[in-house]
């Protein structure tokens, strides 16, 4: 994640991760197969981090707004402290593929929260997106 972190997905190689574990550069290659499959294992990662931030706020006893701001306040401090990540995972939601569609159900997730909201009576009624 650091390689990512720090010079985008371009940074990260096989070997570059290999390099940065301080083992073979050869060594990554028992696990993924190429690059693809090492970057698809990263924004699972960074989705299973978002995802867990929204499943803890919707199951907290509180009104939906507040399962709303918190999940918001995940999705922002996650924006905020992993710039790249966060536009890593807008590029690859706008792949139309398997892996693009799990991100953008994961940011969808968040209608649902504005949703209940408005169905609440604690958000003005309109378009959740």
Do not use: W
């Amino acid at each position: 994640m650091r390689l990512l972190d720090t010079g985008g997905s371009a940074a990260v190689t096989l070997r570059a991760v290999g390099d940065a574990a301080g083992i073979s550069q050869s060594a990554p290659y028992r696990h993924y197969e190429d690059k693809r499959a090492l970057l698809e294992a990263m924004v699972r990662a960074n989705l299973d981090y978002l995802t867990a931030g929204f499943e803890k706020a919707e199951h907290d006893d509180s009104s939906p707004f507040d399962v709303l701001d918190r999940a918001v306040r995940t999705y922002l401090d996650f924006a905020r402290r992993f710039p790249v990540r966060y536009r890593f995972l807008l590029e690859v939601s706008r792949e139309d593929s398997t892996l693009g569609s799990e991100v953008r159900k994961a940011f969808a997730a968040v209608n649902g929260l504005v949703r209940a909201a408005q169905e609440a009576g604690e958000l003005t009624d309109g378009d959740p997106e």
